[in-house]
């Protein structure tokens, strides 16, 4: 009886460990998806965006900083700046990107002076806040007269399919709000004074779009 047990024992725990084994390779394949993902998004967007000579750019809710450290390695003399609201990615962005500026900050509350930036970037972070009324009120403010605001995310064609995209959300561990339509989004940034230029469709599945605003 105690050797069937201890047989028994043993099963278990070679079963226990051949499926955590087999969790763990599953995430890290999840993970490497993601960032292989991240990375072509990052590439393609850093070759949609104008980036203004001397300007200065800010990547608002910038992560780990990848799309800084795409655009750091391009030519041209332009000031980059991120902000996010994680310390922890805020340290590693520094490391990442030493040729930029990082600051530990909420982007409904950014330290910079009004009309500091040419360009602000806004990718895959839209979702996320929820109060997106202060962050555009915050972005308007500390962009200049004139100067561009890219804002990239899943924007749902209309209501119905922002339902579908809502009850799914995103599949980061960060806090998410809800995913916005083009029409919630120009009734945000018009508020603040951005005039809508285009938009760009870098995705269909999930709806994935760059749209650009100016400053008025």
Known sequence: KNTL???NLFVTTKRFFICRRGIIKSMNLINSIKTKRGFRRNTALSKLLDIPQNGR???VSCGTGE???ILS?????AELYGSD???VAIEQASKNVPKAN???????NLPFEPQFFDVIICAMALHHY??????MAELSRIIKNGGTLYLLD?????PFTQRVYNFFGCYEKYHFEKFYTQTDIAGLTLAQNFSFIKETPLNNIPRLRLLEFKKL
């Open 5 to 7: 047990c201890i047989k």
């Open 57 to 59: 750019v800010l990547d």
């Open 67 to 69: 799309l800084l450290k």
């Open 73 to 77: 390695e391009k030519p041209g003399s």
């Open 85 to 87: 609201i994680s310390k």
């Open 102 to 108: 990082f600051i530990n900050s909420a982007a409904d």
């Open 130 to 135: 929820k109060a997106p009324d202060k962050i």
């Open 154 to 158: 899943v924007t749902p064609a209309g």
